[in-house]
């Protein structure tokens, strides 16, 4: 006797991969037993542990893979995947764990030792350290922003980071005060910055 059944559940592990923001890769196995009948598609759900509510991501992944989009960044999710054939849909495979929608790194811990190395007429030389954590990924450069000390506002001096740990900041008028800092930058953007230099009076 031929028994028609729904398919197995797809066989683990369910791998989350590739995490971004707004996105992640999910990989799983074919079901051990199909029912009597073939898979013609997987099912692929979210669950946003704030809601816990099951949500469908696709009805129709024909492949073994699928790449989600339209996550929250930073909220934590959980995923499951049922295969389906003509008899109905299986038990699902779940993740282990959620998964939070971020990179898996961070940006840059922010630069050390931020020192005036020299003083002109219309510059200012500076020179820093790199920071103790790079945040996973290698640092790309640095971004050097300045103000005067009546201020509250920051002006970016380089919009492309420098390489080096040192910068001539040009084109600062005569005989004024200058505040400095110092932010890193890798591919998750820009760290935190770091202590200001404090005033720093531009020579007459």
């Not at 995947?81 to 971020?102: H, W």
């Given at each position: 006797v031929i028994v028609y059944d729904s398919p197995s559940k797809p066989e683990g592990p369910l791998d989350v991969s590739d995490v971004t923001p707004d996105g992640c890769v999910l990989k799983w196995n074919a079901p051990?037993?199909?029912?009597g009948s073939p898979v013609t598609n997987y099912v692929v759900e979210k669950q946003d542990t704030k809601t816990g509510k099951w949500e469908p991501v696709s009805k129709f992944v024909r492949n073994l893979n699928f790449e989600v989009m339209g996550l929250v960044e930073g909220?934590?999710?959980?995923?499951?995947?049922?295969?389906?054939?003509?008899?109905?849909?299986?038990?699902?495979?779940?993740?282990?764990?959620?998964?939070?929608?971020?990179y898996p790194y961070t940006t840059p811990d922010p630069p050390g030792?931020?020192?005036?190395?020299?003083?002109?007429?219309?510059?200012?030389?500076?020179?820093?350290?790199?920071?103790?954590?790079?945040?996973?990924?290698?640092?790309?450069?640095?971004?050097?922003?300045?103000?005067?000390?009546?201020?509250n506002r920051w002006k970016t001096y380089n919009e492309a980071p420098v390489k080096d740990c040192a910068i001539t900041v040009e084109g600062l008028n005569k005989d004024t005060e200058y505040e400095f800092r110092v932010k890193a930058k890798n591919v998750a953007g820009l760290g935190t910055p770091s202590d200001t230099t404090g005033p720093v009076h531009v020579k007459p």
């Open positions: 051990v037993e199909d029912g909220n934590n999710y959980n995923f499951r995947v049922m295969a389906e054939n003509e008899f109905g849909l299986s038990e699902p495979l779940e993740t282990p764990v959620s998964v939070a929608a971020q030792n931020v020192k005036i190395d020299d003083v002109d007429e219309s510059s200012v030389s500076l020179m820093w350290s790199k920071p103790k954590n790079d945040g996973g990924k290698k640092i790309q450069g640095y971004v050097v922003e300045y103000k005067e000390p009546s201020s």
